[in-house]
């Protein structure tokens, strides 16, 4: 990519459309913010493993079963076998952002501006590949990751903390947990936001979480133009998270209401959310139910919030989204 200074996101705001990083990346571009991880940054993260200590950061298959939202049926896993001494399997009704997941830049667009780059929505068609995980799954996701620990913050500051509600988190207090971890971005970063919310969620039995999807509520990025400066930046190229939405749910305030907006016929009301700017304007890679618990207590036991960062999306051409099997080496 073209290694011209990139534009501030105030700067973005005489962009067309208003901050968006269309112009940035290029027309025709469908990698957006993963464009910031470069060769030479990813050389340089690699230099961070020492001691070849290895974190999945995927929950298996049907680990959210039953999804609080309650549109992602769980996967149905089959084994046959041909002989005695063969087997082999497939999956039904495998939804492919049903638990650990990476949204394709397909995923999300915005009412006035369109999907990404300007993909039209009467263009973003069960045929079409445009836009597609399988972008990424070619191009590769590997870096610097960083992680910052809400809870392991709150509760050195004596700030009250609970991962079953909707605490809406300030850009500024993303700075305050990096002081307070001593953490530095360095620009092509990929942000672990761990709230607890997933590791809370997976060890309740069903019934609890039946009980639970009844009142559903997840700390997360508040939806605040502050948000969006903060990330764009610091040059984020991939934010993941440990809930279903990145941000916080529900939204309660939000910089990003249209006016008259009506709710849809079906399935999530997006008005006021991160993911329309994020997604559809900045391009921005999103991870959600990201597993980070395992990752954190190291980090908090050695001192290390950084570490080396793969994500490899399955190549599924036009796919929505996708399982991260994302992998930090410590």
């Known amino acids: 990519m073209n290694e011209r200074p990139r534009p501030t996101y105030d700067e973005l705001a005489n962009a067309k459309p208003a901050h968006s990083s269309w112009d940035v990346f290029g027309a025709g571009d469908e990698l957006g913010t993963v464009n910031l991880l470069t060769p030479q940054r990813v050389a340089a993260a690699a230099r961070l493993i020492r001691t070849g200590e290895r974190f999945s950061l995927d929950y298996p298959v049907n680990a959210f079963e039953p999804y609080p939202t309650g549109t992602r049926p769980a996967t149905r896993h089959h084994v046959f076998a041909n002989n005695e001494f063969h087997r082999d399997d497939w999956l039904d009704s495998f939804y492919l952002q049903s638990t650990s997941q990476l949204d394709s830049l397909r995923h999300i667009g915005h009412p006035e501006h369109g999907f990404y780059n300007g993909l039209a929505a009467a263009d973003n068609t069960a045929e079409s590949t445009r836009l597609g995980i399988h972008n990424w799954a070619e191009s590769g996701i590997a870096g610097r990751g960083v992680l910052l620990d809400v809870p392991r913050f709150f509760a050195a500051r004596g700030r009250e903390y609970n991962c079953e509600t ?145 994500c490899k999306p399955l190549n599924i051409p036009g796919g929505v989204g996708s399982p991260p099997n994302a992998l930090a080496i410590k």
């Not at 605040?224 to 939405?245: F, G, Q």
């Not at 529900?250 to 994020?278: C, K, Q, T, W, Y």
Request: charged residues 25%; hydrophobic residues 40%; proline residues 4%.
């Open 166 to 310: 909707t605490i809406a988190i300030e850009a500024r207090t993303l700075s305050e947990i990096a002081d307070f971890q001593g953490v530095e971005f360095h620009g092509g970063d990929m942000l672990l936001l761990r709230t607890g919310w997933a590791g809370n969620y997976v060890a309740k039995s069903r019934e609890q979480r039946i009980e639970f999807n009844s009142r559903n509520k997840s700390p997360g990025l508040a939806q605040r133009e502050t948000s969006l400066r903060w990330l764009w930046d610091h040059e984020i190229a991939l934010v993941a998270s440990d809930t279903p939405a990145v941000e916080a749910d529900p939204v309660i305030d939000s910089d990003f209401r249209l006016a008259g907006a009506r709710p849809p016929e079906r399935g999530v009301n997006h008005d006021g959310m991160l993911h329309r700017p994020l997604i559809a304007l900045l391009g921005m890679a999103m991870g959600e139910l990201w597993k980070l618990d395992e990752l954190a207590a190291s980090c908090a036991a050695d001192g290390r919030y950084d570490c080396f960062l793969t």
